[in-house]
């Protein structure tokens, strides 16, 4: 069974730092391009950042230079670590499997999200 299970989530103060982790299971982690999405209340989910089973990278515009992904193949999990955060960045953060090429299945997997709320 497909697990990703995420993190981390919480109030936040604007300016602050929170860091999400996501926890894979029943998949072959090292064949999967790992990301982060959010949702903001009203609005679609959006790519947030990615991170391919070598380690390279790629951010959305709002997020980058504040937001750094990771991950680690041992663990099978991947992180967020997300810097001077801001209201706008409020939004339920979703972790993403993607399978490059061809493989067992899933083709692609979601996590259930967590919460991130940046507020006073």
């Known amino acids: 069974q497909v697990q990703l299970v995420e993190s981390g989530g919480g109030l936040v103060q604007p300016g602050g730092s929170l860091t999400l982790s996501c926890a894979a299971s029943?998949?072959?982690?090292?064949?999967?391009?790992m990301g982060w999405y959010r949702q903001a209340p009203g609005k679609q989910r959006e790519l947030v950042a990615t991170?391919?089973?070598?380690?390279?990278?790629d951010y959305a515009d709002s997020v980058k230079g504040r937001f750094a992904i990771s991950r680690d193949g041992n663990k099978a999990t991947i992180y967020l670590q997300m810097n001077f955060l801001k209201p706008e960045d409020t939004a339920v953060y979703y972790c993403?499997?993607?399978?490059?090429?061809?493989?067992?299945?899933?083709?692609?997997?979601w996590g259930q999200g967590t919460l991130v709320t940046v507020s006073l």
């Open positions: 993403n499997a993607d399978r490059v090429g061809f493989g067992p299945p899933p083709q692609t997997a």
């Open positions: 029943g998949l072959m982690f090292g064949r999967y391009t």
């Open positions: 991170v391919t089973r070598d380690r390279i990278t």
